[in-house]
């Protein structure tokens, strides 16, 4: 990935939390808009089910939600702008982090057709 594809140089993790967090800020039960105007706030985390979490409509590999839960991410991506860390309880993307295009979601968020 180039720093034009990346502009902030998220690295691989944060790329794949903040991919994360994108997915559950478009789950009704796990986001709801604000503080700010433009954020969503991640106010509900998902289970792990065996190797994988359900978000949404999605299947996401444990193995690519390891930032989810790690304050050092929400800490990296807060300094980045992306987002406004509230550890543990909730984080808030922003617009910037809402529109970032970490060029994962294919990869990481498994659809199935049914």
């Known amino acids: 990935m180039t720093n034009k594809q ?3 140089n998220l690295n691989a993790l944060q790329l ?3 991919t994360v967090l994108q997915a559950l800020a478009r789950v009704p039960e796990a986001a709801q808009e604000g503080p ?10 998902p289970q792990r089910h065996a190797d994988h979490f359900h ?7 444990g ?3 390891t930032g989810l839960f790690n304050e050092t991410v929400w800490n990296a991506l807060t300094r980045k702008g992306v987002a406004r860390a509230n ?16 060029g994962l979601a ?8 049914h």
């Open 87 to 102: 550890w543990p309880n909730t984080i808030a993307l922003t617009p910037v982090g809402l529109a970032y295009d970490t």
């Open 63 to 65: 193995k690519d939600c």
């Open 36 to 45: 700010e105007a433009g954020e969503v706030t991640i106010i509900a985390f």
């Open 6 to 8: 990346n502009p902030l």
């Open 16 to 18: 794949r939390t903040l």
């Open 106 to 113: 294919d990869e990481i968020l498994h659809r199935s057709g």
């Open 55 to 61: 978000l949404g409509d999605a299947v996401v590999m």
